[in-house]
């Protein structure tokens, strides 16, 4: 089965900040990897799917980049409605999901 | 959208079936799945199930442990549990899987279901 690994699980950062979020696959997945974000209480929501694409109404200072075994999210200027937790996902013949990052406030 | 059943408090042992009603796209050709999150926990995919025709699939995690099924009559997946258990506590998060240009990501989410097993 593909692992999926997270870094950071945590991670302060203030409002402006350029933040990056990895991902890591056991074995090679290609780019079939998606980005979900969820809020505190609320439901996850799709942000990037093939590694790369953004979600439509997501806001551009999203990005995510990668391919093979290593991605990235990126935040380019983190904004208050960005406190979130963060995960990456895979589907092979199951979906796995990484473990989750908490983005917080400094 | 995807909307949910509402939050469920339930004692050891007893059975439960929840729902998920979808609105606003062909049902029968999309998959939907489920996802559990453990009090503070992360996301665990636990199955998915085609209305078309109720090909049902199931992680090995949760295999044997919960039924998933569908009305397409009523536009309607069911997650359901003969015999809860505390550890069943959890928030039931219904997914919509797209396989046609998203690389089979749920690009929508119910609101959730939380269920609370408790003596």
């Known amino acids: 089965d593909i692992q999926m690994t997270q870094s950071p699980s945590t991670l302060s950062a203030s409002v402006g900040d350029r933040v990056t979020i990895t991902c890591r696959a056991s074995q090679n997945i290609n780019d079939l990897l998606a980005w979900y974000q969820q809020k505190p209480g609320k439901a996850p929501q799709l942000l990037i799917y093939?590694?790369?694409t953004l979600e439509s109404g997501v806001p551009s200072r999203f990005s995510g980049s990668g391919s093979g075994t290593e991605f990235t999210l990126t935040i380019s200027s983190l904004q208050p409605d960005d406190f979130a937790t963060y995960y990456c996902?895979?589907?092979?013949?199951?979906?796995?999901f990484g473990q989750g990052t908490k983005v917080e406030i400094k | 959208q995807l909307v949910q059943s509402g939050a469920e408090v339930k004692k050891p042992g007893e059975s439960l079936k929840i729902s998920c009603l979808a609105s606003?796209?062909?049902?029968?050709?999309?998959?939907i799945g489920w996802v559990r999150q453990m009090p503070g926990k992360g996301l665990e995919w636990m199955g998915i199930i085609y209305p078309g025709d109720s090909e049902t699939r199931y992680s090995p995690s949760f295999q044997g442990q919960v039924t998933i099924s569908a009305d397409k009559s009523i536009t309607t997946a069911y997650l359901q549990w003969s015999s809860l258990q505390a550890s069943d506590t959890a928030m039931y998060y219904c997914v919509r899987r797209e396989q046609f240009w998203k690389n089979d990501a749920f690009d929508m989410w119910g609101q959730g279901t939380m269920v609370t097993v408790s003596s």
């Open positions: 093939k590694a790369s």
């Open positions: 606003g796209y062909k049902f029968n050709i999309y998959w």
């Open positions: 996902q895979h589907y092979s013949s199951y979906w796995t």
